[in-house]
Nanobody, 118 residues
Framework: QVQLVESGGGLVQAGGSLSLSCATS????????MGWFRQAPGKERELVAA???????NYADSVKGRFTVSRDNAKNTVYLQMHSLKPEDTAVYYC????????????WGQGTQVTVSS
């Protein structure tokens, strides 16, 4: 089992920045690919960014150049830095973990609300 706890959400004006953190516990952090997802009201959950234990990353087109995902394997924590935020970035953000050998994310945090006002 892996436990995930997000923090850092909040309210910000368009053009502003926020940083999210996701602290993990329970299993060897480096075994897992970590992802950040978001879900806006009435929309499907989407993958925003992901990072392997070695630091390889991928991003949704909608956030490329604005968001940066990183991880600290010594602290068992993954981060999402968000800049140039837009109202359409408003959503509940979740961190999730999956083993390298799996396609699906098995472990999820409780989510943190990010609201971007225009």
């Amino acid at each position: 089992q892996v436990q995930l706890v997000e923090s850092g959400g909040g309210l910000v004006q368009a053009g502003g920045s926020l940083s999210l953190s996701c602290a993990t516990s329970g299993r060897t952090f480096s075994w897992y690919i970590m992802g950040w997802f978001r879900q806006a009201p009435g929309k499907e959950r989407e993958l925003v960014a992901a990072i392997t234990s070695g630091g390889s990353t991928n991003y949704a087109d909608s956030v490329k150049g604005r968001f940066t995902v990183s991880r600290d394997n010594a602290k068992n924590t993954v981060y999402l830095q968000m800049h140039s935020l837009k109202p359409e970035d408003t959503a509940v953000y979740y961190c999730a973990a999956r083993l390298l050998t799996k396609n699906d994310y098995d472990y999820w945090g409780q989510g943190t609300q990010v609201t971007v006002s225009s």
